[in-house]
């Protein structure tokens, strides 16, 4: 199968599947989107929707955000990971957004680059699923599937991402990474990968990938 055809495979495997795509984290606009996915670095999108509910009650927007500390921000979300980090991050960027913009949300990734612990990920993301600008944010899920699929070399998830923007239809990319990571997590998983029931991998997976699989799933029924 050429590539153009393994990626057709993938893009219509994933419409299948996920006709309607649901948005990981749970918010209600550009800022409580960008401090949910802020929050959810090395940490699962299940418990950052756990606590996000718990920070919002008391600030959903900057002006309300600012009127906390650093530390009672912190003593919020400790239970996702990395407080300290994060919560001086958001602490500073409400106070970036009220200074600079108003207290809105820049529609822009260089604005959103420059905001305190907004990576181009986050940027990406909240560019996505905020504002609808065309953009392919990589985390864990689409680095080790684009690599299973023999579509990128899994260097780094920089290259991930090159390889992804070139390969699919600029127009596809924001449905397709939240396809991509909801297929990553229900079909093709780092840990307790069942390969018969990842239809994708089995069909277009590389082939060194498929061996490995094979090879240590033998050694476990021996």
């Given at each position: ?167 699919f239809p600029k127009e596809k990319w924001n449905d397709l990474h939240l396809q991509i990571i909801w297929y990553g997590r229900e079909y093709s998983p780092a840990r307790a990968w069942n390969l018969d029931k990842d239809i994708i991998t089995k069909s277009i997976g590389r082939k060194q990938v498929i061996h490995e699989y094979y090879k240590k799933n033998k050694k476990k029924t021996n």
């Amino acid at each position: 199968m050429k590539k153009s055809e393994r990626v057709d495979f993938v893009i219509n495997t994933l419409n299948e599947l996920y006709p309607h795509i649901p948005i990981p984290l749970d918010h209600k606009d550009p800022y409580t989107l960008l401090i949910a996915v802020l929050m959810s670095a090395q940490s699962t999108d299940v418990k950052v929707n756990q606590i996000t509910p718990l920070l919002f009650a008391k600030a959903d927007n900057p002006y309300d955000m600012v009127k906390l500390s650093v530390e009672e921000i912190r003593a919020i979300i400790k239970p996702v990971g990395l407080s300290p980090m994060k919560a001086k991050g958001i602490y500073g960027l409400s106070n970036i957004l009220i200074e600079k913009y108003n207290g809105l949300v820049p529609k822009s990734f260089e604005a959103l680059e420059e905001l305190p612990a907004v990576g181009h990920k986050t940027a990406s993301v909240v560019m996505a699923q905020a504002f609808g600008v065309p953009a392919f944010p990589v985390d864990t899920h689409i680095h080790r599937l684009m690599y299973r699929w023999n579509l990128t070399n899994g260097k780094n998830v920089q290259q991930t991402e090159k390889d992804a923007k070139r390969l699919f239809p600029k127009e596809k990319w924001n449905d397709l990474h939240l396809q991509i990571i909801w297929y990553g997590r229900e079909y093709s998983p780092a840990r307790a990968w069942n390969l018969d029931k990842d239809i994708i991998t089995k069909s277009i997976g590389r082939k060194q990938v498929i061996h490995e699989y094979y090879k240590k799933n033998k050694k476990k029924t021996n």
